[in-house]
């Protein structure tokens, strides 16, 4: 059956489904739309809820990266089968999009003395509010989550990345994190896609 992924030509969201995809060996076709040109109003109108990225999977198509990311990882050891420890990984997952919603925030913003506010204060604030316990949750579960490496070490990678094209954090200090970014990026099939897709480039707005 045939597998598909829309979304933009860089990381963000579904870098992580991206990730597990490869991972696990499953064959798809990556279509990357332009970020500095959508919406592709046509190709838009045909979404569930205007909005990328969805995966389509034959004849059926599903919307909202977390669905999406935890679908592709069915079927694999990246999904506990103990129900706390699925739990823990929603709580977790959620948390990490209470950060990047922060992020999305920024760089939605189009006037300039107001998306340097938001900059400082994310680099700031709010990045070492949320990396600070996300490194603690690491180090108190062997350098993941759960023990043991889930879907949702995956989704932290890839929104760790996409922050970091966009606001260029340190995550230095963060070292469960920065371990954590290393081994995702350098497991079978993730550490060749890479190598193939080569470094992202922060967009250029028009000003």
Excluded: C
Aim: aromatic content about 16%; cysteine-free.
């Amino acid at each position: 059956m045939s597998k598909t992924l829309h979304y933009f030509n860089l990381g963000g969201v579904a870098e992580s489904i991206r990730y597990i995809l490869h991972y696990t060996k499953q064959e798809f076709e990556d279509v990357r739309h332009d970020f500095l040109t959508w919406p592709d109003v046509k190709f838009k109108k045909t979404l569930p809820f205007g909005q990328i990225p969805i995966f389509v999977e034959g004849d059926k198509t599903l919307n909202q990266s977390l669905a999406i990311a935890k679908y592709v990882a069915r079927d694999s050891d990246l999904i506990p089968a103990d129900a706390w420890q699925q739990a823990i990984l929603e709580s977790t997952v959620y948390n990490i999009y209470d950060f990047w919603k922060n992020v999305v925030q920024y760089i939605q913003e189009k006037e300039a003395v107001k998306k340097e506010a938001m900059k400082n204060k994310i680099l700031e604030e709010t990045f070492d509010f949320f990396f600070s316990r996300f490194d603690k949750h690491l180090a108190e579960n062997g350098g993941f989550f759960i023990g043991k490496v889930s879907w949702v070490e995956f989704v932290f990678v890839g929104i760790t990345e996409a922050t970091n094209l966009f606001l260029e954090i340190d995550i230095g200090k963060y070292p469960n994190t920065k371990k954590l970014v290393e081994e995702i990026t350098h497991l079978p099939g993730v550490k060749e896609y890479i190598a193939s897709r080569g470094p992202y480039k922060r967009p250029e707005f028009k000003k």
